[in-house]
Each structure stands twice: as C-alpha cells, then as structure tokens.
C-alpha cells in the first residue's frame, strides 16, 4: 500500500509560482512512474504531467509546457510540480499519483495509488 499526501497548495495571483509536494509513505516509489492530475469544478480530471521511474522521461499537457516541471526525488520518495507563469485557469484541485509501471502515463487508469489533492486558486 501507498499512501501520498501532497503539499504546497493556496492562493496567488497571475504570473505567480507555487510548488506542489508529493511524498509517499508505505512503500518506495522508485519503481513507479508519477503523474500530477488535476480537476476543476465541473470538468474532467485531467493529466498535467508525468514522469518516468528515474526522470529520464517527461510528459506535459500542451497547456503547461514551458511553465511547470515535475521532477523527482526518489531518495526523499518525493515528487514536486514546479508552476511558474499560473494563469487563472490553472486553479483547480492537484492530485498527485502513483503509477503501475515505471513509464509514465497520460491516463488516470495508468495509476493505482492517489492523493487526496491540493487546491490551487489563481486569482486574477
């Protein structure tokens, strides 16, 4: 079993930053791929990133590239979401995921273990 809890959520205004946190207890996630999803009110949870086992591979949804980075920490069994450039459609509630396999996926059926999600506001 595997538990994750993210961190790093609140308010900020346009062009803003926030770093979300996602740290797993119970079990390593160094043989796991990690995504961040997200889901706005009355919208579909969609992927946002993604990141294979050792972080040699990456996935962005087209509407973030350029402005936010997931990367790894898989001695601190921890994963971040580095968001710079926030826009006010970007406010949604972030969950962070656990993979089946050590590639990434752009599917939430591509993850097993979820987090209980961090609510990011941008106001504009």
């Known amino acids: 079993q595997v538990q994750l809890v993210e961190s790093g959520g609140g308010l900020v205004q346009a062009g803003g930053s926030l770093r979300l946190s996602c740290t797993a207890s119970?079990?390593?996630?160094?043989?796991?791929?990690m995504g961040w999803f997200r889901q706005a009110p009355g919208k579909e949870r969609e992927s946002v990133a993604a990141?294979?086992?050792?972080?040699?591979?990456?996935y962005y949804a087209d509407s973030v590239k350029g402005r936010f980075a997931i990367s790894r920490n898989n001695a601190k069994n921890t994963v971040y979401l580095q968001m710079n450039s926030l826009k006010p459609e970007d406010t949604a509630v972030y969950y962070c995921?656990?993979?089946?396999?050590?590639?990434?996926?752009?599917?939430?059926?591509?993850?097993?273990?979820w987090g209980q999600g961090a609510q990011v506001t941008v106001s504009s």
């Open positions: 995921a656990a993979g089946r396999t050590v590639v990434p996926s752009r599917s939430p059926a591509g993850y097993d273990y």
């Open positions: 119970g079990r390593t996630l160094s043989s796991r791929a």
């Open positions: 990141i294979s086992w050792n972080g040699d591979i990456t």
